[in-house]
């Protein structure tokens, strides 16, 4: 294992979708306003982390390999906040652009007493502008020819980003330079992401992508609904996370799946955890572990996150400790 943790350090990562900023308002709660009945947050720590597709980047980041997130942002305060903490860690902005057309999404969490409150977006959900899906193709077609790209992230959070056209495009990009393609999909363009090599559902998109409804706590169904989706989208793997009951994935091209339980974990929150699972399975994927490695590995680091409280990149060092005592 040492070894692949080792190869992560020269794999160059595309990310393409919605990055968005995540800001945290902490604080106690002692009284009810007398305004309306509702709490009041006396806020004593105020702080902001990557989030979306710039979470995806900075997972990676944090085992060592480069990503390069290609997204379009506003031309605002909040492009200037996410863009500085890209800096902080050192990530690779030439694939972000900035337009007056948008706003930079952010999500504004207020906690008290250790308890999330509310929650506060500010976000455009619009499909890019003719003038953004140039800009962005142009970037993302500089940046293959440029670099030796070893996978691509497609991470959509229906914010407008990742749309049917954008999508079929780098799809046929990547697999015309046998680059593989990774996605975190959700409702809007779900079927859309015909060809990939990787694509991961959760239960709930699987469902609402399919239109069907299935028993999600048994196994043999679940895989019905999976073959189903292969059917349609003609992917090598499709992996569902399966919440508090782990990982199910199935290799079409050697025709088996492992159904890989969950491990025992204090949750603090499950934010990011999904960004982190597609993290590892790409490094894996792009390594050429096979579906039981690329599974386990995953759901394995998507817990370690749900200890932290917010979208927190994997711990690197934590993670290859628990690696060990499980492989």
Do not use: W
Request: contains cysteine; negative net charge; proline residues 3%.
């Amino acid at each position: 294992m040492k070894n692949l943790f080792d190869s992560f350090n020269s794999k160059k990562i595309m990310i393409i979708g919605d990055v968005m900023l995540d800001i945290y308002m902490k604080g106690k709660v002692e009284r009810i306003s007398p305004e309306a009945p509702v709490p009041i947050v006396s806020v004593t720590e105020t702080f902001s982390r990557l989030g979306g597709a710039a979470n995806v980047a900075q997972n990676l980041k944090a085992l060592d390999a480069e990503p390069i997130l290609c997204s379009i942002i506003g031309d605002d305060e909040k492009a200037c906040d996410l863009l500085n903490l890209m800096q902080e860690q050192k990530m690779n902005m030439s694939g972000i652009i900035k337009s007056r057309e948008r706003v930079t999404t952010s999500k504004v969490r207020i906690i008290g007493n250790n308890a999330q409150m509310l929650r506060v977006d500010t976000e455009d959900t619009i499909d890019l502008s003719e003038k953004e899906y140039n800009s962005l193709t142009e970037r993302i077609n500089e940046i293959i020819e440029r670099d030796n790209i070893s996978g691509i992230i497609l991470q959509d959070y229906n914010k407008g980003v990742l749309t049917e056209r954008l999508i079929k495009d780098v799809i046929s990009i990547a697999n015309g330079k046998s680059i593989p393609v990774g996605v975190d999909p959700k409702k809007k363009n779900f079927l859309a992401y015909k060809n990939v090599t990787l694509f991961k559902p959760n239960l709930k998109e699987l469902k609402e992508g399919l239109g069907i409804n299935f028993k999600h706590d048994i196994i043999e169904e679940i895989l019905k609904a999976v073959d189903i989706l292969h059917d349609k989208l003609n992917c090598r793997y499709i992996m569902t996370t399966l919440s508090e009951r782990g990982v199910l994935i199935k290799d079409y091209e050697k025709g088996i799946y492992h159904h890989i339980p969950a491990h025992l974990r204090q949750i603090a929150d499950v934010s990011g955890a999904g960004d982190t699972v597609l993290s590892v399975a790409m490094l894996c994927l792009v390594n050429q572990q096979d579906a039981y490695h690329i599974a386990a590995m995953s759901n394995l680091a998507g817990g370690l996150v749900c200890e932290e409280l917010g979208a927190v990149p994997i711990n690197k060092d934590k993670f290859a400790e628990e690696i060990k005592k499980i492989f």
